[in-house]
């Protein structure tokens, strides 16, 4: 599967801002709903909805070699949680690899991806969208909903 690259600084900017985040120990992924994903399905020739990556890695992670790993690994991750478990189409995503991935193994990298696609609800079957990141709605007990202080 190919990706598709997010390469105009006003998208990055967009899911900084706009869009939901969590983070593990080594990569942070922003995910916001792609408003051009209609426009993009009509261009393609598999006539599908894509999602549109970014990876931005600074040089806080390392040098030239450091980010390009990181970059091929969560790459790779990011193919095969599609490839196994799937991920919901339409969506803008910026991953952010820390100074951790470069020193991680595959697994280490792909595990967290994994968790954090999971927690942004991006994994398919998962009804919330990633674009609505919060704390979930708390339960009223029985007895605060009769107005009983006890």
């Known amino acids: 599967m190919k990706l598709y690259a997010l390469k105009e600084n006003h998208l990055f900017r967009r899911a900084y801002q706009k869009g939901g985040h969590r983070s593990s120990r080594t990569v942070t992924v922003y995910a916001l709903k792609d408003r051009a994903a ?6 393609n020739p598999q006539k599908q909805t894509l999602n549109r990556i970014g990876i931005s890695a600074s040089k806080k992670v390392g040098g030239a070699v450091q980010r390009n790993r990181a970059k091929r690994l969560i790459r790779e991750a990011y193919r095969q949680i599609d490839k196994t478990v799937g ?5 803008l995503l910026v991953i952010v690899p820390k100074t951790a991935a470069t ?4 697994q280490d990298v792909q595990s967290a ?11 398919k079957g998962q009804d919330d969208p990633a674009g609505e990141p919060g704390p979930a709605p708390r339960e ?3 007895d605060a909903a009769d107005g009983d202080p006890s």
């Not at 209609?38 to 261009?43: A, D, N, V």
């Not at 991920?87 to 969506?91: N, Y």
């Not at 991806?113 to 994994?123: E, P, Y």
Request: net charge positive.
């Open 103 to 106: 020193v991680s193994k595959m």
């Open 87 to 91: 991920i919901r189409k339409g969506f």
């Open 38 to 43: 209609g426009l993009l399905r009509k261009q």
């Open 113 to 123: 991806l994994l968790a954090c696609l999971s927690a942004l609800a991006l994994l």
């Open 140 to 142: 009223r007990d029985a």
